[in-house]
Structures are given as C-alpha cells and as structure tokens.
C-alpha cells in the first residue's frame, strides 16, 4: 500500500506538525497560549495607571516609559508624577492640555488613595474587578502576575531542560561506570528535602526570583534526565550511530548531530507539562509566603489573599480562573505533542 500524498517527501518533524495541526484542541490552545503571553509582554501598554501620551502647554512627552516630575505639569515637587493625584486631573482638563490613558488605567503597584470605599473594594467603573487587599487594581494584578507566572515558568522549564538533556546524554551515550556513577548521585541529590532547602535559603537571603529559579532549576531536571538517557541508551546501539563512529566522527559530533535530535521526542512532549508542574510550584511558593518578593504581582499571593478575605469572591474567582486556564491550555498542548511525536499515528 502506498503512502498518502502528504506524507511523501516530507521530513518527520514537518508529520509531527501535520498531526499536531489536525489537534483541533490542541493547536487552538497553542495559540491562544501565544496570544496570552503577547498580551501579558505588552501589559505596561495594556495597564498603567500612567498615560501613553501626554500634551501639557505644547510639550508632548510620554510617561508610559519616562514619568516626568509633577513640576513639569504645574506641581510644586520634583517627585515623580501621580496620575491619579486630582491635581493633575484639574491641569489636563484645561484647554490644549490632554492625555490618553492606557485601557485600564492602573498599574500593579499603584493604589488609589481616593476612593470612598474599604479595601478589598468590590468591582466598580473605576475599578473592574475591584482591589485586593493593599489597594490594588484586580485587572493589573492579575495582568502582572499572569506575565510573572509565565515567564518564570518558562525560564524554569528551559532551565530543568538544558540540565536534565546534559546529564541524560552523558550518561545515556558513555554507559559504563560514567551511567553508573552518576545515577548513585542522582539519587543521593534527589533526596535532598527540596522544601527545607528552598526555606533556609528563604531565611539566608532576601527572596527574589533569581533565587527561587536556581533553588528550583537544581532539582526540577531529575525526571527529565532519565527520559533523555533512556532515549540515548537506545539510539546508541542503531546502525547510524555505528556508521558515524566508522566514519570517524567524535563523540561530541555523532550526539550532536545523530543521536540528540533522535532523542528529544520525550523532551518535546513533557514540555508543557514541566511548565506546568513551574507554575503550580511558584503559586504554592508564593501562597506560603517562600516565593516572590513581597509586593511582585503573584497569582500565588492573590490566592493567599483570597483565603484571608473569603467574602471578596472578587479576588479569588478570576484569580482561580486565570489559574485552571493556564494549566488547562498547557495540558491540552502537552497532550497535542504526545500524540503528533507518536509514529504509530499517522
């Protein structure tokens, strides 16, 4: 029987695209995927509470990324301006004085000393979703810390696989006493409680996310590794690793050209699903009071404040739905992978 049209001539990995196209779920989680992190890389231009242009007296400037000083607009201080300042209301809404405000003209860390109402306040027209505890927009809160979430997930699973990929191939590919040794430390440096380590360095230096992706790089690449040496275990022995090595070709160059881009269907698949295991553990980090610094827009720290304030269903309802979105999107691609990379499915 011959094979259909569209696969003849084409390479794996464009089969793999194919399958995972006909993914109707899958594919459109992808791209909503993408969407969202578009939007949350352009948060600054979606939600600030300063405006993208300003025209004061004939002078155009532009405090979305230089927020000059209240004297330029008519103030007594050289601090930097406050848009939300009634002050600086009365001097826009003179003649020839204009500004043009984001969509949602709050950002993370600004609170509205204004309003009539206690904090957590309840959605409003000022407010969209209302304020968390501290004063907060929910909408830039939540716009923020979606961006934090994703990012350190993504830095954290890239970082998990460059390491486990290293290490899987290196033992992988030597075997011997090499695989042997360095699975007896594998072993001994995954029984390292990793909770207890993450709180005495917690207790030894200011928290910071730099921290807490080396804490957590230094182990989220065990699982990972032993998929990769698997992989490499096999491929060594096939027929075009042997012509390689007749060829003459080093070791360095039969990995990196032969038996690495044979070996990362499991790196490939397992992708989404170590992002999402990142941003479960930065959410329970956070919620516990070991992850971000305070302040830093976290969804783990909006949970925390949506168990304090139980009747603020404002807080942790989207906060909640941001959450099981991301996780489903990730789970729906994962899967999507799992099933393009698999040869037995055309």
């Known amino acids: 029987m011959s094979r259909p049209a569209a696969t003849v001539g084409t390479s794996p990995n ?32 979606i939600s600030n509470d300063r405006p993208l242009v300003a025209r004061y007296e004939g ?13 330029a607009y008519g103030g007594d201080f050289d601090t930097p301006t406050d848009w939300k300042d009634p002050f600086i209301a009365e001097q826009f809404a003179k003649p020839g004085n204009w500004r043009l405000q984001t969509i949602n003209p709050h950002s993370a860390e600004s609170t509205d000393n204004f309003l009539k109402v206690p ?10 979703l209302g304020t968390d505890e501290a004063g907060r927009d929910m909408v830039a809160r939540l716009l923020y810390g979606f961006r934090v979430s994703l990012g350190f ?15 899987g191939a ?17 072993e001994i440096w995954a029984s ?45 022995g096939l027929e075009f690793v042997k012509a390689a090595r007749a060829l003459g070709l080093s070791n360095r160059q039969i990995i990196w050209r032969h038996v690495l881009p044979n ?30 610094p305070s ?31 991301t996780l489903l999107l990730l789970t729906f691609i994962g899967e999507a992978l799992r099933d393009a990379f698999d040869t037995r499915k055309s």
């Open 153 to 167: 997930g993504l830095a954290l699973t890239l970082a998990g696989m460059l390491i486990g990929v290293l290490a």
């Open 263 to 292: 070996s990362m269907t499991p790196v490939i698949t397992f992708l989404p699903f170590r992002m999402s295991d990142a941003i479960l553990a930065l959410v329970s980090l956070d919620f516990l009071g070991l992850g971000v």
């Open 295 to 325: 302040g830093t827009p976290s969804l783990g720290d909006l949970v925390r404040q949506g168990k304090s304030n139980l009747d603020a269903w404002w807080i942790i309802v989207p906060t909640f739905a941001a959450l099981t979105l």
């Open 192 to 236: 390292i409680p990793e909770l207890y380590l993450l709180i005495i360095f917690a207790s030894i230096f200011e928290p910071s996310l730099l921290l807490l992706l080396v804490l957590l790089s230094l182990f989220g690449w065990i699982g990972l590794s032993d998929y990769v040496r698997a992989e490499f275990l096999r491929n060594r």
């Open 119 to 128: 904090n957590p306040a309840p959605p409003s027209a000022a407010n969209w």
């Open 59 to 71: 002078q155009w400037s532009f405090p979305v990324f230089h927020n000059p000083p209240e004297r």
């Open 14 to 45: 464009a089969r793999a695209w194919a399958r995972f196209k006909r993914n109707r779920v899958g594919y459109a989680s992808f791209w909503v995927l993408v969407g969202l992190l578009l939007l949350c890389a352009a948060a600054e231009l």
């Open 170 to 186: 290196v033992q992988g590919y030597f075997g011997g006493r090499i695989d042997l040794g360095a699975q007896r430390l594998i």
